[in-house]
């Protein structure tokens, strides 16, 4: 007679959460080597090779797992689901913008500011409560972000700033938008984002005359990227972030800042610059110390990835 094995507790259940989630971080820095492995591209046709090879893993990924269509998931999510993509669309692209003309550990770094505007969008838009640590969380970033775009006046490095931030807002908008669908899946949202970056891109493509031919080089890097960087670390995350508190999702988070400069450093040589470490510094602090503080709260019902 065979024995049932009993499901996995509550302490497993967190520990592979944990280890999906820290995988995910460790993924999803690695755009910066990517888009410094890229010879002639420029943003528009990265993210357009990039968003293909996004659509179509997704979409296999999606009907695996669910056995339906991703279009049928997201008619169920509506307009929520429109907002996220074309969300997703402008942080990918400030993404790629502000890592090809700053440098990495200064965009990575930026772009973990996302949390604290989520936190600013969701009190606006869906009046969820911010804590007093969040808010002085806020303000200590607010510093270090000044201390790393202080030594960037008028050039193309403070427009990748720029951008960087611009992206950070994408992705705050995007988590805004799955917690305004109610919505604890984040895949259908990404693939229809996939699909909204190829016709953005390629008409921009066209528009600028940009050919859409690249070499087999840049686009292979592209592609790979759209399945290994961003669609491997969405899967992953999606399961880990089922069983983990969001302070503790915020902690984990911080793998992605830490390790992207750390891969450019070790493949390709990059440094940071004195500006950029202080800065980053604050900013850590304030990602930490805001995530620390909230840990022990009772995480609230998940209804969002």
Not at 41 to 51: G, M
Not at 229 to 253: C, F, H, W
Not at 263 to 287: C, K
Request: glycine share 12%.
């Amino acid at each position: 007679m065979p024995v049932a094995h009993p499901p996995c507790s509550t302490a497993e259940s967190h520990k592979y959460g944990v280890l999906f989630v820290f995988a995910a971080g460790v993924l999803w820095p690695t755009v910066g080597l990517g888009i410094h492995l890229i010879e002639e591209a420029v943003v528009w046709q990265i993210l357009l090779y990039r968003s293909i090879s996004l659509s179509l893993f997704l979409y296999i990924v999606i009907r695996v797992r669910s056995g339906e269509s991703p279009f049928a998931q997201i008619r169920r999510i509506g307009f929520p689901a429109v907002i996220a993509g074309l969300s997703l669309v402008a942080a990918y692209s400030g993404g790629i913008y502000s890592i090809q003309t700053t440098s990495v550990a200064n965009a990575m770094l930026l772009f973990a500011t996302a949390p604290f505007m989520a936190a600013i969008l969701g009190r606006i838009a869906l009046c969820e409560s911010v804590r007093v640590a969040t808010w002085i969380a806020i303000a200590v970033a607010i510093g270090g972000i000044a201390i790393m775009v202080a030594d960037k006046s008028g050039g193309v490095a403070l427009k990748g700033s720029l951008a960087a931030l611009g992206s950070a807002f994408g992705f705050a908008v995007f988590t805004v938008a799955l917690r305004w669908g109610r919505t604890g899946e984040m895949l259908p949202a990404a693939f229809l984002s996939g699909l909204f970056a190829i016709i953005i891109t390629f008409g921009t493509c066209q528009f600028l005359g940009l050919s859409v031919a690249l070499s087999v080089h840049d686009g292979g890097v592209a592609m790979g990227m759209g399945i290994f960087q961003v669609g491997a670390g969405l899967i992953l995350y999606t399961l880990g972030s089922r069983s983990l508190p969001a302070a503790e999702l915020a902690l984990l988070s911080l793998a992605e800042v830490l390790l992207a400069p750390v891969w450019v450093w070790f493949f390709l040589g990059e440094t940071a610059s004195p500006n950029t470490l202080i800065g980053g510094a604050l900013l850590l602090a304030a990602i930490a110390g805001n995530a620390l503080s909230g840990k022990r709260r009772k995480p609230p019902p998940i209804t969002t990835p």
